[in-house]
């Protein structure tokens, strides 16, 4: 079956460092990617998506391209900032699907000053 | 406008005892998901209703997992009787349409079974 895999954190970064969290799917069809991030004590949010090959997803200074030649949608960050601390989720949903997400395992980031 | 509201946001429970879920969703989403996140493990999806109809529940675990959507507002998610492996966060989410970008989560439920 369709699947997601993320890299396992934590990851540590200071402030102002690049940032990838790499993130690679395994599906039947043309599914939609999504990354999803969870800032503390609040619900997921949807950070950014593509939704077919070649697409790039950007927000908030986050960026992700859906490479289908390397089934990947790394997340990348020219320049962290310590609000930018949270849990990072990659998901897929199948072409055609009514929301069912797939989603990877989650990345907690977290930025220090 | 409220968005997607979940409570209880914790519970602790003894192995063996019910806990019942409650999600409301944006006032005007006709879809609505519950999602379960294990031991920090990945999210997996449990079932979706579309109004008061059950369209998937194809995550469902077993049959000690009851949810319902009586007049197709909120919903509530029953584990009863709860098993230590039930722990984790119980997510809910809702739409107004099918598209997944316009998919909107609450902040869960963390649950306990000791």
Redesign the interface.
Known sequence: GDS?TQMEGPVTLSEEAFLTINCTYTATGYP?L?W?VQYP??????LL?ATKADDKGSNKGFEATYRKETTSFHLEKGSVQVSDSAVY?C?L?ESG??????????TRLAVHP | EA??TQFPSHSVIEKGQTVTLRCDPISGHD?L?W?R?VM??????LL?F?KESK??ESGMPNNRFLAERTGGTYSTLKVQPAELEDSGVY?C?S?QR????A??????TQLSVL
């Open positions: 997601v939609s999504f999803y004590g609040e619900g997921l949010q949807l998506k989720f998901a949903s699907g009514y929301n069912k997400l797939i989603f990877g395992a989650g | 968005g997607v879809n998901y999602y996140r920090g493990k990945e999210i997996k999806f979706h579309v369209q998937d997510f989410a739409s099918p598209g997944a970008t998919l909107f989560f609450g902040s869960g």
